[in-house]
């Protein structure tokens, strides 16, 4: 019996061109001679003919995969934090991004649904399963710790909460004293911090103290002189600089009576004498015209 064989040779062309149709659009690839190495505007794939194996790795969002397992068997060995800026103006956000080191030495983002996240220290309200921290109120430049753990790998991320205001910290906001000051003799939130009290009893007010320079935990005398000198009333003062800062304006009334209307600040000379680190001296000069005795005393008010 005679048994012929035929042999059908078929040519296959790579085609590296662009393809798009309605749905999609493919950028021109490259592969190398033996078909390992492919590559794109987006993605590269090294791999190998005959097998799936081999590292593809996309450029953004920045992951790494590597092939050859089943189901990608990988185990997690280290995460890497991630904010920036690493600083954030109080009472706002930072996002906060992990990227998961596998044990095969690629990365991947981690999923922020499996992210446990905690907070080590520093004045952060919350954070939210996507990595969104939202920082609280500070009175100085504060540094913050957040902590990751995901699949039984942790990492952490240090955040600098920015002091924007002077006068915004709980219950001492916007009440015209400075938050550091307030917070130097009294700590947070306490009640006798307010402007209006007196917590030593010297007849000082809080904000009387903090305008002229005095510690408002220690028995004071208001740190005034009133000299005559010839036809005028001369009324030595001190100003702090830290109220001067927050912009607290200083003003010299005189009355004749001292009764509670006949205040006045009319014709009254402002004299600048002295500075030092803390506080300035200052000489306001009061007319006694026809009066044979005159009254001066210090208001404070905020701008």
Sequence with gaps: ???????????????AGPRASTSYN????????????????????????????????????AETNKQGYISQLTEVTDLQLAASP???????????????????DTTLDAMSSSVTWSVVSGPIVSISSSGLATVDHVYQNTAAVVKASYLGAEGSQGLMVLNISNDDLGSYANDGILDTWQVQYFGFNNPNATPEQDPD????SNLMEFATDLDPTQSSVLPVTAVKNGSNLEYYYTRSLAALAMGLNFEVQWSDTLLGTSWSTAGVGYTFLSNNSTAQQWKATIPLGTATRKFARLGISAP
């Design 86 to 104: 690493p600083t954030v103006n109080e009472a706002s956000t930072r996002q906060i991004t992990v990227t998961a080191t596998l044990d095969d």
């Design 26 to 61: 493919v950028a021109t690839e490259n592969a190398d001679s033996g078909g390992r190495q492919t590559s794109s505007v987006s993605y590269t794939n090294a791999g190998s003919l005959g097998g799936i194996t081999g590292i593809s790795s996309v450029a953004s969002p």
């Design 1 to 15: 019996m005679r048994t012929s064989i035929a042999f059908i040779f078929c040519s296959v062309v790579a085609f």
């Design 201 to 204: 009893k010297d007849n000082i």
